[in-house]
């Protein structure tokens, strides 16, 4: 079992930074590939970005260049730096384990966090 509890989301305007935190329970956190992802109001959960177990790291084209996504696996925590975001960076972002493996699929995962809200003003 892994609780993963994210931090870190807030308001902030255009072109600014934010750093998303996840916290994950578990002796186990090194076994899982992590992920982000973040769903708008009235759309779909949608892929940010995801790391393997290794520290290879993934993004989606909407997000590369300006997001970083990094694991510390002493701390069992994963963290996601996002900068020039956008209006359109609005949502509410979630941290996914999955085991072993990554995945870009939401329904693949076995363990959400609550969600953070980001908020970017224009």
């Known amino acids: 079992q892994v609780q993963l509890v994210e931090s870190g989301g807030g308001f902030v305007q255009a072109g600014g930074s934010l750093r998303l935190s996840c916290a994950a329970s578990?002796?186990?956190?090194?076994?899982?590939?992590m992920g982000w992802f973040r769903q708008a109001p009235g759309k779909e959960r949608e892929f940010v970005a995801a790391i393997t177990l290794s520290g290879s790291t993934y993004y989606s084209d909407s997000v590369k260049g300006r997001f970083t996504i990094s694991r510390l696996n002493a701390k069992n925590t994963v963290l996601l730096q996002m900068n020039s975001l956008k209006p359109e960076d609005t949502a509410v972002y979630y941290c996914a384990a999955k085991f072993r493996s990554l995945s870009y699929y939401d329904r693949e995962y076995d363990y959400w966090g609550q969600g953070t809200q980001v908020t970017v003003s224009s």
């Open positions: 578990g002796r186990t956190f090194s076994s899982y590939a």
